[in-house]
Nanobody
Framework: VQLQAYGGGLVQVGESLKLSCANS???????VGWFRQVPGKEREFVAA????????YYTEDVKGRFTISRDAAQNTAYLQMNSLKLEDTAVYYC??????????????????WGQGTEVTVSS
């Protein structure tokens, strides 16, 4: 698995961004997750999707605003972020896990990580 996350940028409150996570390596994971981190805080779970079954999980903070999806043919996962808030500002990471997940999961459940992409929401 070789992940590359991209699509971050500077937006204003209420606007949207779509992040992408492309895997250029071999398939062999159970799920893809998106996490985010701000300086001085732990990396926190945002959303995850099981690759085969397309089951989706979200942290409460983003439910109704963010949508995770995947395109198996393109080997890419996405995070559509709408109605962005100031508190969504963070570096966003995508990751894969070979473990079965059944909901929001901590970052140590994931084995492979892409580099982060920075999202800045301004007022």
């Amino acid at each position: 698995v070789q992940l590359q996350a991209y699509g971050g940028g500077l937006v204003q409150v209420g606007e949207s961004l779509k992040l992408s996570c492309a895997n250029s390596g071999r398939y062999g994971f159970y799920a893809v997750g998106w996490f985010r981190q701000v300086p001085g805080k732990e990396r926190e779970f945002v959303a995850a999707i099981s690759w085969r079954n397309n089951v989706k999980y979200y942290t409460e903070d983003v439910k109704g605003r963010f949508t995770i999806s995947r395109d198996a043919a393109q080997n890419t996962a996405y995070l559509q972020m709408n109605s962005l808030k100031l508190e969504d500002t963070a570096v966003y990471y995508c990751a894969t896990t070979t473990r079965r997940i059944f909901g929001p999961s901590p970052s140590d459940m994931y084995e492979s990580w892409g580099q982060g992409t920075e999202v800045t929401v301004s007022s």
